[in-house]
């Protein structure tokens, strides 16, 4: 096989190569209460959501691993039975199948989520 120019192998990472903004990205609304928006690789995810005060996230688990950066507000999480309060600049690293919820305190809270393997789910319901 011939090797690529690095013209060509440049042109390839371009092409896979993604420069977003997330005022660009489309809201969905999988809930009341709640915006999501979504960016996806070939493995990995990244969420930006939205959530009105008080709002609560049942307790779930999930095959994928996560991560979650507090950017706006404080959350109350629930960790495999263990509360932890959450504020701006917090992260929290979930691993696969680890118990998990949430409830926003009295403000609206702004998180990012990022998932691997990408959350089949969330596409499907978009």
């Not at 939205?50 to 950066?69: A, D, G, K, N, W």
């Not at 999480?77 to 504020?87: C, D, L, P, T």
């Amino acid at each position: 096989m011939k090797p690529m120019s690095s013209t060509q192998s440049e042109t390839i990472a371009l092409v896979q190569a993604q420069h977003l903004n997330w005022s660009t990205i489309p809201v969905e609304y999988p809930a009341e209460g709640i915006e999501r928006q979504l960016v996806v690789g070939q493995s990995l995810m990244i969420c930006r959501f939205r959530f009105t005060p008080f709002l609560v996230t049942p307790q779930h688990r999930h095959s994928h691993e996560q991560m979650s950066i507090v950017v706006q507000g404080r959350v109350r999480f629930f960790v495999e039975g263990e509360e932890r309060i959450a504020s701006p600049g917090d992260i929290l690293q979930f691993p696969s199948n680890c118990l998990h919820g949430a409830t926003m305190m009295d403000e609206e809270v702004v998180l990012i989520d990022i998932f691997t393997p990408i959350r089949e789910d969330f596409l499907t319901s978009a």
